[in-house]
């Protein structure tokens, strides 16, 4: 047996980062910067008015000054002149601060009559003058690889980036196998059940920025999975679900060889999972992941996922993990690692009693997997531990 760090170092030799692409701005959201962009623009451009008021010499701004108001200064149209002593420029909010002016004295601070104003407060402490390029200035650089959040899609756009290189999104294509299987909202026979942890490893995969394509559910015959393997033509990423073990109707390993896959074939040491397979076949990687609903999405947390991010140039990391404490006392582990489903809530984390690899029901509950190292000893209520977050 393997450690799960072991399969993992090995899966992450079976891929590399993905080339980039250009894509519009507006389309960028949530794919990774490949590529350090770089701001063409002072912002703000010109030092500008953070208020509403008067722009002033700061000399002036004491009470009872009495100021002849010259002109105004909208956002989009500067006053052309400059500010001397005695003078201000009726000013509004992103405005270019005129010349000579150092100082807004906010409306509510002055009172107007005609083209006179009175300064009647001095409260304010700040100039309310933002200078050039205090947000950022041209020559600033978004660091690659990062993933684009609505915030920086924000700075982007800010920085007048309207096309912005990011990673190609991995092409997964996703094989069901067993002859058991039918898809949600077809009818079962007897002895079928629905294909589950399919839908899951789609979702868990797509929310992470890959392309995912369902193929049709393979049946446990050798001509089932080849067709199946010639769907996946083209993907980065073959994904199997099933039929990986070593049972008289665990065929994709043998269907795999025949593709040409180096087959390697990793028992490791963890729970839920069981022998997994992966390799290459032509330009794509293929990992087998075992068929049990809760093995196959937390293999997909633990060993897939990962890899997704590595080819979208996020970097060879396994799965985040956080600490939390823990909420009650659990019995020391055995000798593979144990990803038990629990829940996190107000800091505290519990495990379910029900552990059971097929109970999809608890997995839907569970918003963390808590990490039980191999061999962990027993461990008390209020202990420090640590768990990936779903
Ligand atoms: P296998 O790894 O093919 O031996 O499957 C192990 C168990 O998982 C069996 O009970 C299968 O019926 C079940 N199973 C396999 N694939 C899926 C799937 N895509 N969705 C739900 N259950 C599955
Ligand atoms: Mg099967």
Redesign the pocket.
């Given at each position: 047996m393997i450690s799960v760090e072991a399969a993992l170092a090995q899966l992450f030799t079976l891929i590399a980062p993905l080339e980039s692409e250009a894509v519009p701005l507006g389309e960028a959201a949530g794919r990774v910067l490949a590529k350090s962009v770089t701001a063409k623009r002072d912002q703000p451009p010109f030092p500008a008015s953070a208020m509403d008021g008067y722009a002033i010499q700061s000399a002036d701004f004491k009470v009872g000054t009495r100021l002849s108001v010259l002109g105004e200064a909208a956002a989009g149209a500067r006053f052309d002149g400059s500010v001397g002593a005695g003078q201000a420029v009726r000013i509004f909010t992103g405005a270019p601060v005129p010349q000579g002016a150092d100082w807004i004295a906010i409306q509510e601070d002055v009172d107007a009559a005609g083209t006179q104003i009175t300064i009647r407060a001095v409260t304010e402490t700040s100039a309310y003058v933002r200078p050039a390029g205090t947000d950022f200035k041209a020559g600033q650089t978004l660091q690659a690889p990062l993933i684009l959040t609505p915030q920086r899609i924000a700075l982007l756009a800010s920085m007048n980036i309207s096309e912005v290189p990011v990673t190609r999104r991995p092409d997964v294509a996703l094989i069901?196998?067993?002859s058991?299987?039918v898809m949600p909202g077809e009818t079962p026979g007897p002895d079928q059940?629905?294909?589950?942890?399919?839908f899951g490893l789609k979702a868990m995969l797509e929310q992470l920025g890959a392309t995912v394509r369902l193929l049709p559910?393979a049946h446990?015959t050798l001509p089932a999975l080849r067709t199946a393997f010639d769907l996946a033509r083209g993907a980065d990423l073959i994904v199997t679900?099933?039929?990986?073990?070593v049972?008289d109707?665990?065929l994709v390993g043998d269907v795999a060889q025949e593709l040409g896959m180096q087959r390697a074939f990793y028992k490791v040491a963890m729970r839920p999972g069981?022998p997994l397979m992966a390799g290459r076949i032509g330009n794509a990687a293929m990992i087998g992941?075992?068929?049990?609903?809760v093995?196959?999405m937390v293999c997909g947390t633990v060993f897939v996922a990962p890899m997704v991010r590595a080819m979208m140039g996020l970097g060879q990391h396994p799965a985040p993990h956080q600490n939390a404490v823990l909420a009650q006392d659990i019995p020391a582990n055995g000798p593979r690692a144990h990803y038990m489903r629990a829940v996190l809530k107000g800091g505290q984390i519990t495990p379910f009693k029900r552990q059971d690899s097929?109970l999809l029901s608890v997995l839907a509950e569970a918003n963390a997997l808590l990490l039980r190292t191999p061999h962990d000893c027993a461990r008390k209520a209020g202990e420090q531990v640590s768990y990936v977050p779903l």
């Open positions: 069901s196998t067993g058991e299987l059940i629905i294909a589950s942890n399919t559910i446990d679900i099933g039929g990986a073990s049972g109707h665990d069981k992941l075992p068929g049990n609903p093995s196959a097929a």
